[in-house]
């Protein structure tokens, strides 16, 4: 039993379908949200990976950037390029400090009506006010509370969501567009934070329970909650925020350069010019101490958040910031910041698990291939 | 003829009546835990008190304790569950159990709760 909440719970747009659905409910990021329905977490996450799963993730934030400069203001909080992001593409990116740690992560969509951010749920209110404190001028800052948010993952997604609209197989990974699927308005993108080919969906509150029926009603279809949420990304070596990445970790550090285009790196032509750009350029110049890893075990006992991880004389080299017994590939699998000598992949490890040494062995991610159709 | 009692961890105690019991986690345990993947269960010979963590049950989200229901040495483990920690959901109360115990104090064993005293605990927990 719990202490008695003094703030309620939010509840999503599909709070009465998930009851109905005999979904257990836990509090997560000041909402009340799915964490498994009857099926359980391993039979969730297996039948995302085989077939399709349908995701409330409607506690995330919705933003829209108005304005024709809202690019290149948005290119001043995050060391990406947004300013040559097409016309319907996605992209992955992070609010930075000063410090060149990690606000958030994020996904913006230049849309034609502007730039579509997606946020997470715990940041919400904070990112929002980053967002109007600094591009204030710039452009307009929109945040959208009456949009939910539906993710659609798994190899069978697109045949499911093409009954609603064929047009949506036309769509290639990172790429999005407005439909109508079986007459509901929406916004799409062919993304997800699974490793699976799916499909995040923005639609209207007073039409997600309708949306979320009619994805329901396609046989391959499942609901999944957020435990198999996370045993999902973690799989695919998908960092959560404010466990694998937070504001003392640097996007060099957490091992994402790969998001930061070379045009905002030193030398090139929108370089720096975000927060800790200073710090970020000397450390893609240096290198970083330590780098975020995957590491997986060759015994059954799962390693979790906060567990150390050392070398075979004990020198502690590292700390576990998520773990699992992974239900696809079947064996525990980790992210973890360990110390940049022993980062390299092949690297004989040991967690630390109620005082045993378990082996680890440095791992690249993801830890299962990843499917996103590529066209 | 052997009884069962329970402990307000969620544990059961098959009494055997010879000085030994059969420790396992009830139905209500397993359902609250979702699918077990991982059992760490105590050395055969070493010695607990009662409440001590005996072992560790682990479902794909989290770590849950396992406790001595009683003070004593193990005498057995389940090996078929350390190799198919499913067991633990789809038969808690038999192929799923956890340890035997060999009773230190068998006085200990009137201090755990019937079956009705545990079944009002669920209802109202």
């Known amino acids: 039993m719990s202490a008695a909440e003094t703030t309620p719970l939010h509840k999503t747009p599909l709070h009465a379908l998930h009851l109905e659905l005999g979904a257990k409910m836990v509090p997560f990021a000041g909402y009340d949200m799915p964490v498994q329905y009857p099926s359980g977490v391993m039979a969730e996450h297996k039948h995302t990976r085989a077939q399709a799963g349908l995701f409330d993730v409607s506690h995330m934030g919705q933003v829209l950037l108005v304005g024709p400069g809202a690019a290149a203001a948005l290119e001043t909080l995050v060391p990406v390029d947004i300013v040559d992001l097409g016309l319907d593409k996605q992209r992955y990116a992070l609010f930075t400090n000063d410090a060149g740690g990690i606000l958030d992560d994020l996904m913006v969509c230049h849309r034609d009506d502007g730039l579509f951010v997606v946020v997470n749920a715990g940041c919400r209110d904070q990112d929002i006010a980053h967002m109007q404190t600094h591009l204030a001028g710039r452009c307009e800052v929109r945040p959208l509370p009456e949009r939910a948010l539906l993710a659609l993952q798994g190899p069978a997604a697109v045949t499911a969501l093409a009954r609603l609209n064929p047009g949506v197989a036309a769509l290639t990974f990172m790429t999005g567009g407005f439909f109508e699927l079986d007459g509901i308005p929406v916004y799409l993108t062919r993304s997800g934070y699974t490793g699976e080919d799916g499909f995040e969906i923005s639609v209207h509150q007073d039409q997600a329970v309708a949306l979320a029926r009619k994805l329901l009603a396609q046989p391959e279809v499942k609901p999944i909650g957020l435990g198999a949420r996370d045993s999902l990304r973690l799989e695919a070596g998908l960092c959560l925020y404010g466990h694998d990445i937070d504001t003392t970790t640097t996007p060099v550090e957490a091992a994402l350069t790969w998001a930061i285009q070379k045009v905002r790196r030193a030398g090139g032509a929108r370089a720096g010019g975000y927060p800790g750009a200073a710090v970020i350029d000397a450390q893609l110049a240096g290198g970083a101490a330590r780098k975020r890893v995957g590491l997986v075990g060759s015994e059954r006992m799962p390693v979790r958040e906060g567990a150390a991880v050392v070398t075979a004389d004990g020198t502690e080299v590292g700390r576990v910031c998520s773990g699992t017994l992974g239900p696809t590939v079947n064996k525990p699998v980790a992210l973890a910041y360990v110390a940049a000598e022993f980062a390299k992949a092949g690297t004989e490890l040991f967690a630390i698990v109620r005082d045993k040494r378990t082996p680890m062995t440095v791992s690249a991610t993801p830890f299962t291939p990843n499917n996103y159709f590529r066209g | ?125």
Do not use: C
Not at chain 2, 49 to 67: C, F, L, N
Not at chain 2, 82 to 89: I, K, T, Y
Not at chain 2, 102 to 112: N, Q
């Open chain 2, 1 to 125: 003829m052997s009884s069962i009692k329970y402990t307000p961890d969620h544990e059961w105690v098959e009494v055997h009546g010879d000085g030994t019991v059969t420790v396992g986690i009830t139905v209500h345990a397993q359902d609250a835990l979702g699918d077990v993947v991982f059992v760490d269960l105590p050395e055969v010979g070493k010695t607990f008190a009662a409440k001590d963590t005996a072992g560790v049950v682990e479902s794909v989200k989290a770590a849950a304790d396992v406790y001595m229901p009683v003070s004593g040495e193990i005498l057995e483990v389940n090996e078929t569950l350390r190799a198919d920690p499913a067991l633990a959901n789809s038969d808690p109360l038999k192929a799923g159990w956890f340890f035997k115990v060999k009773l230190a104090a068998p006085a200990e064993l009137d201090a755990l709760m019937d079956a009705t005293a545990y079944d009002t605990l669920v209802k109202n927990g």
